[in-house]
């Protein structure tokens, strides 16, 4: 990724264009294209996906024979798992989530990430506690979940039957954030727990995400961070920098997992490599655009107001029919990922998406 592209997406000032000659913005769009061909030069190749295997904030896991630790009123707590800002343990039925990491690291905001749940009910993952351990960390207190969607999707493929009643509990969940204008930003099979294969889903994780009130002295609405999201799942608008997106950005996360569930075998619909490795952001725009076909002015309208408008400069790919996509599954599961899954954030809302007939039938 440029240099040039990484500081347009975060000058806040929307008018950094008019500081160019006609002769640099030229030189400056030759510039990335010349990046994205080299990019489609060398992933043209690829027949599909690979895993997501470095996920900002997800956990790597460690050994389970670590010795148990107390931490504030907790005893014999295991290490489970550990990610950019905590440190997961298990006590009995008890999950902990120690705040490891103090720096600023926007949009991480543990302090928030409380406070946020606090306000939630089920489907979402309850906050039973927070305190101070004797180290003055900061702890949340969650019911301990065996499963994530992750790991269920690791074993095989889903049922119908479970596909629905997963993303019925992801639908209620994302209706009701979405009701109090939260938008939690990190849609991942990584951040849906279980309490069983066919239990309920929990909606988990919402350590980096933007709260009308809570978050408007950081990030105003019309001038929010744009490094959100995991890996695949991440939404189109963000990767050129609209920084007034809203809802509609879990909603695409939530259109590209049900994809993912219900392929045989389950696999991610877009191909994301690393965050470390050079060109990743890219690399997701060129495996979206092959997918489902380039956007054009007219199908994304909105776009040509974004920081990085993502016409012309691009490669284009044809438009490419859900039904050629996406044929072994279902067409009732294809209309649904169809209606979440585009480019213009008229995407179907979460209490629209729990209407489709995929999510009605018994």
């Given amino acids: 990724?440029?240099?040039?592209?990484?500081?347009?997406?975060?000058?806040?000032?929307?008018?950094?264009?008019?500081?160019?000659?006609?002769?640099?913005?030229?030189?400056?769009?030759?510039?990335?294209?010349?990046?994205?061909?080299?990019?489609?030069?060398?992933?043209?190749?690829?027949?599909?996906?690979?895993?997501?295997?470095?996920?900002?904030?997800?956990?790597?896991?460690?050994?389970?024979?670590?010795?148990?630790?107390?931490?504030g009123p907790y005893q014999n707590c295991h290490y489970l798992a550990s990610g950019v800002t905590a440190a997961v343990y298990r006590s009995k039925?008890?999950?902990?989530?120690?705040?490891?990491?103090?720096?600023?690291?926007?949009?991480?905001?543990?302090?928030?990430?409380?406070?946020?749940?606090?306000?939630?009910?089920?489907?979402?993952?309850?906050?039973?506690?927070?305190?101070?351990?004797?180290?003055?960390?900061?702890?949340?207190v969650f019911p301990y979940m065996p499963l994530t969607l992750a790991a269920l999707l690791e074993q095989g493929p889903l049922s119908n039957a479970?596909?629905?009643?997963?993303?019925?509990?992801?639908?209620?969940?994302?209706?009701?954030?979405?009701?109090?204008?939260?938008?939690?930003?990190?849609?991942k099979t990584s951040a849906l727990l279980l309490d069983s294969p066919s239990g309920t889903a929990y909606l988990s994780d919402f350590g980096a995400s933007w709260h009308p009130t809570l978050s408007a002295s950081t990030e105003p609405t019309d001038d929010k961070i744009l490094d959100i999201g995991t890996g695949p799942y991440r939404a189109p608008e963000?990767?050129?920098?609209?920084?007034?997106?809203?809802?509609?950005?879990?909603?695409?996360?939530?259109?590209?997992?049900?994809?993912?569930?219900?392929?045989?075998?389950?696999?991610?619909?877009?191909?994301?490599?690393?965050?470390?490795?050079?060109?990743?952001?890219?690399?997701?725009?060129?495996?979206?655009?092959?997918?489902?076909g380039s956007p054009t002015r007219e199908s994304w309208p909105e776009a040509t107001k974004f920081r990085t408008p993502p016409f012309d400069m691009f490669r284009a790919f044809e438009h490419r029919p859900w039904d050629a996509v996406l044929p072994d599954v279902a067409p009732e599961w294809r209309d649904l990922i169809a209606a979440l899954v585009k480019f213009d954030s008229g995407r179907a809302t979460a209490s629209q998406a729990l209407q489709y007939k995929c999510m009605l039938e018994a």
């Fill in 1 to 71: 990724m440029s240099n040039l592209y990484m500081t347009n997406l975060a000058n806040p000032d929307a008018d950094w264009r008019g500081s160019l000659s006609a002769s640099e913005r030229f030189d400056n769009i030759q510039k990335l294209r010349e990046e994205y061909d080299a990019t489609c030069n060398k992933l043209l190749h690829i027949t599909g996906p690979t895993p997501e295997n470095d996920h900002q904030d997800d956990v790597s896991h460690a050994g389970s024979q670590s010795p148990g630790v107390q931490i």
């Fill in 93 to 140: 039925d008890r999950a902990l989530k120690v705040i490891v990491e103090t720096r600023d690291l926007e949009p991480h905001n543990p302090a928030r990430e409380a406070k946020i749940l606090w306000l939630l009910k089920k489907p979402c993952i309850p906050l039973l506690e927070t305190f101070r351990d004797q180290e003055q960390r900061f702890v949340l």
């Fill in 162 to 187: 479970q596909i629905r009643h997963i993303f019925n509990d992801l639908f209620q969940a994302l209706d009701h954030i979405h009701s109090q204008g939260i938008i939690h930003r990190d849609i």
């Fill in 238 to 292: 963000v990767l050129f920098g609209n920084r007034s997106y809203g809802p509609p950005v879990d909603m695409w996360g939530a259109g590209t997992m049900l994809a993912e569930c219900c392929r045989q075998p389950p696999q991610p619909l877009f191909e994301s490599r690393a965050v470390h490795e050079d060109g990743n952001q890219l690399g997701l725009i060129l495996s979206i655009f092959k997918t489902i």
